[in-house]
Structures are given as structure tokens and as C-alpha cells.
């Protein structure tokens, strides 16, 4: 399989605070990920470094045939910043939909500013993600004239309309009622199907189970589980993890360890 | 009532009648429009300027605001019309006036600006930057819709202000609304019956502005956050 997400030393402070210790990671394409840990671990700022609305204080990034260094003494410049950036889509807890536009304007708006096509081609190609998100008909409604599963179906609609090469889940049904979570699953599971890469921040580990390829279990900052979802939720040998695991999902992870002194 | 003492009012009430209306036709109105216009010209650059990073920029934005916010504007008017001559400086009544107004209404709406911008979560700003849409961008086309119709309810009621505060133009022997009524006022010596009238009219006025403002906002409002 091809490469195409390279992590290397990547490391993130806040002031004094390490988020992310000396992070290195490969995925190829076409997989899905999936990362789970505790708050304040750093899968947010992990998200947050790939698409560089963080900047990383150093380590570097690869993503396709982009490759950025970064150190705390100065950061990339701005150019190269939204270029890598034009690659990733990211999608949020909090939807973050523009509450000015309807639902086809928001998933328009980027190719037309950031991309520069026309209003026509944009057009076309957001009416059709619409669609496979299964929205179609609510292209003229406004996001508070939509469901929180709507607004976020709209959300992944958004991160795509970029046509990036790799699509970020923070936490994406965190913020949902329980009974609009299935609908947002459904269509990443789709997604994922469909060969675009996905990484998803998330505390469905039912979702993980079924979907992922490999599952990432982070804690302070660094990545302490790394494998199939069978091997980190059912045989981990990380207390931290087998802790998580049946704390989250009781039925899920095996309540004896694996292993036995 | 004496038959006398109604006849004379009624008298002075429509001798007052056409003063009055070409005194708000001439100098409050354009007085007004005048400033408010430029004034929002001029706030915006100090709004921008007043949340810019670059200290050298924001700083004098912010000590401009300071400034003219904690001084009388009428002291304003007066170093402006009276002071300023004295350096050799003559302006004309109606320009002292409107350059006046321009400057305290650009240090209040520019405050107006400023906070609606900065009350735009900040998770707009990061969803617009993951669409790899640059700053400015970004600014335009999702933060700036968002701030201006947040604006527009706080512009309204500086508008309504100014567009009273305009009265101090006959302080500086302007005869607007306010001027003309104190001239009659003077000249008939009958100051309770010409402030009461020029009292209605600032009333009147006022009112069919509040109502186009709330008019503007219910149109404005199409959609919640």
C-alpha cells in the first residue's frame, strides 16, 4: 500500500506544557484510523498539527508529496501552510457550520475562494456530496433549520467539497444526541469504504471496532497502542488501554488480561 | 386660557412651523447623514487598526478611543471651532461641526466593530481556515457577514444619538432644528413653547428612525446562530 501520511519526531507545547511527545506515525491510503484515549491526551492537537491549524514546535510532516519541517524558532511560511492545508479536510466536533449559508453555500465556499472555481462547478460538485451524504433535498436550508446529524452530515460534505487527500473526524458525534449519532457513523462508514483516508478522533468504540483499520490509543501526548482494533481493545497489555476500554465499552474489551504472570 | 394668550401661542407656533423644518432640512439632516457616514468610514479603519497584532498599529487606535471617548464632545466642538483659529486654522461652522461628529462617532461605532468581530466564535475562524481559505478570506466572506449584521442594531442606536447630539451645531451659531427654535425662542421670549416644539419634532423624527431600525434588523435576522 502507498504512504501517505508520514509523521516524524512531530512535537507540540503550549508555552512550558508538551501536548504531543516526539510523535512518529505512517498511514497509507485508504486506511481508516482511529484514535482513542482520555482527555487532554493530545488526539485533538494530533488532528490539529495534521492540518496545521496548530503548527507544530518540530518534528516533521509529510502528506502526499508535501513535506514540512518545523522547529520552534520559526514557523513555515504562509503559503506553504495553506497548501499543505488544501490537502486535509477536517470536520468538528462542533460542526462549525457557517450560519450565514445554506447548507449547498457551505459546502461551496471553499472550492469557490480557496480553490477558485467557478460558482458552476462548485455548484455541481457540492449538490452531488449533498447527496452522498444523503441531504440532497435540504440544499437551501439553513444549518439551524437542520438536525445536529444533518448539520454535521453537512460538516463532512464541507471537509470534502476540498477534495482532500485525507479527512479529519474531531470527535464528529461528541456534541450529537444519542439518537443522531447513527445517521454521521453511517456516513463515515461509507467514506471509509470508499477509500479516502480517514482519521477519527472518537469515543464510538463500536464505530472503531467495525470500521477501522487500526486503532491508535494516545495518552499524555505520546501513542502508547498501536494495532488492529481486535489487538488494542481486546488484548492490550497497556493497563492504561485495557482500563480505557472497559470503562468506555464494558462489554468490549476482555476483563481478564491476556497474559498471565 | 386667555382668548390672547391662545392666539399668540398658536401664533408663534406657526410662524415657528417653516424655521424649524429648514433648519432640519439644511443642518440636522445632512448634519447627521453627513457624519454618520464618515464616521463609520473612519471607525472601521480604527476597528481594524484596534485589533490588528502589529502594536504599533493598534496602539494608537486603541489611545485614539480612549481619548475621544473620555472627553465632552462639545469640548471637542469648541477647541475645533473656537480653539483651532488660534493656529490659524478657520473652519466654517458647519464643517467644525461635522468633523466634530465624525470623530466621536467613529471612536464609539469603531468600538461596536471591533467587539462584533470579536464575538465570532472561534470556531469559525478555524473552519474557515481548514477550507484552505487564507486570512483575509476567511474574514470576508465568513467572519465580516457574520459581524455586520451583529452591528446593526448598536449602529442604529448611534445613529438615533447622533443624530440628536447633532443639535450642538447651534452652539456654534449653526441655525438647524435646534438653533432656529433658540433664535425664536430669544426673539419672542417664549423659550417653554419653542423647546416643547422643537422637542416634538426631535421626537417625531426619532421615532420613525427606531422604527426603520427595527424594520432593518427583522430583515437582517433571516437566519439564528
Known sequence: ?261 | MAPERFDRIMEIVSMSLLPLLKGTVLYTIPISLLSFALGLVLAWVIALAGLSANAYIRIPARVYVWIIRCTPILVQLFLIFYGLPSFGILLSPFASIVISLTISEAAYSSEIMRAAILSIPRGQWRAGYALGMSGSQNFIRVILPQASRICVPSLGNQFITLFKTSSLAALVTLPDLFGAAKLIAASTFEPMLLYLIAGTYYLVLCSALTIWQSRLERRLGAYQT
Open chain 1, 1 to 261: 500500500m502507498t504512504l501517505l501520511l508520514t509523521l516524524q519526531g512531530v512535537t507540540k507545547r503550549f508555552g512550558d506544557v508538551p501536548v504531543l511527545k516526539d510523535i512518529d506515525l505512517e498511514l497509507s491510503q485508504g486506511t481508516t484510523t482511529v484514535v482513542i484515549g482520555p482527555s487532554g491526551s493530545g488526539k485533538s492537537t494530533l488532528l490539529n498539527c495534521i492540518n496545521l491549524l496548530e503548527i507544530p514546535t518540530g518534528g516533521s510532516i509529510r502528506l502526499g508529496e508535501r513535506q514540512l519541517r518545523f522547529s520552534p524558532a520559526e514557523k513555515p511560511n504562509p503559503k506553504a501552510i495553506l497548501a499543505f492545508r488544501r490537502q486535509t479536510g477536517t470536520v468538528f466536533q462542533g460542526n462549525h457550520l457557517f450560519p450565514h449559508m445554506t447548507a449547498l453555500e457551505n459546502v461551496m465556499i471553499g472550492p469557490v475562494t480557496a480553490r477558485r472555481l467557478t460558482r458552476a462547478d462548485a455548484q455541481a460538485r457540492a449538490v452531488a456530496l449533498l447527496e452522498q451524504v444523503g441531504l440532497g433535498a435540504y440544499r437551501d436550508r439553513y444549518p439551524y433549520q437542520l438536525s445536529g446529524g444533518q448539520q454535521q452530515r453537512v460538516g463532512i460534505a464541507r471537509a470534502m467539497s476540498m477534495e482532500p487527500q485525507i479527512l479529519l473526524f474531531d470527535e464528529p458525534t461528541s456534541a450529537l444526541d444519542p439518537e443522531l449519532v447513527g445517521e454521521v457513523l453511517e456516513v463515515m462508514r461509507a467514506l471509509s469504504r470508499s477509500g479516502i483516508t480517514l482519521i477519527v478522533v472518537t469515543h464510538e468504540l463500536e464505530f472503531a471496532g467495525r470500521v477501522a483499520d487500526r486503532v491508535l490509543f494516545m495518552d499524555q501526548g505520546m501513542i502508547l497502542e498501536d494495532g488492529t482494533p481486535e489487538a488494542v481493545f481486546a488484548h492490550s497489555r497497556q493497563e492504561r488501554v485495557r482500563q480505557f476500554v472497559s470503562r468506555l465499552a464494558p462489554g468490549f474489551a476482555s476483563p481478564i488480561p491476556a497474559y498471565s504472570i
